[in-house]
């Protein structure tokens, strides 16, 4: 069983940054495909970004490519999430999760354990 701690989000004003942070306990998190969801009030939860076990390869949704960047320690078994040029539509309850798989998926039913998410706020 695997626990995942997200930390690290806030209130940020348009065009600021922030850095998720996203602690596992329980079993190492170097065989599993990690990634980030967001959940904004009324709206589905969408996917933001996967990285693979070793960190070389990762994969964005278009509306973050460029600002922002997921890696990884697994040394420290921990993911990250770096946003930077934050605008008010990434205003969202960020989740850090991961599946067991050959690459990542797009969908939040593809995932197989979830943390409880932080909330991220930018004002305009």
């Known amino acids: 069983q695997v626990q995942l701690v997200e930390s690290g989000g806030g209130l940020v004003q348009t065009g600021g940054s922030l850095r ?3 602690a596992a306990s329980g079993r190492s998190l ?5 990634g ?3 959940q904004a009030p009324g709206k589905e939860r969408e996917f933001v970004a996967a990285i693979n076990w070793s960190g070389d390869s ?5 509306s973050v490519k460029g600002r922002f960047t997921v890696s990884r320690d697994n040394a420290k078994n921990t993911v990250y999430l770096q946003m930077n040029s934050l605008k008010p539509e990434d205003t969202a309850v960020y989740y850090c999760t991961g599946r067991i798989g050959s ?3 797009n969908i939040a039913s593809g995932y197989d354990f979830w943390g409880q998410g932080t909330q991220v706020t930018v004002s305009s």
């Open 30 to 34: 170097r065989n599993y495909i990690m």
């Open 20 to 22: 998720l942070s996203c």
């Open 103 to 105: 690459w990542y998926a």
């Open 58 to 62: 990762t994969y964005y949704t278009n």
């Open 36 to 38: 980030w969801f967001r």
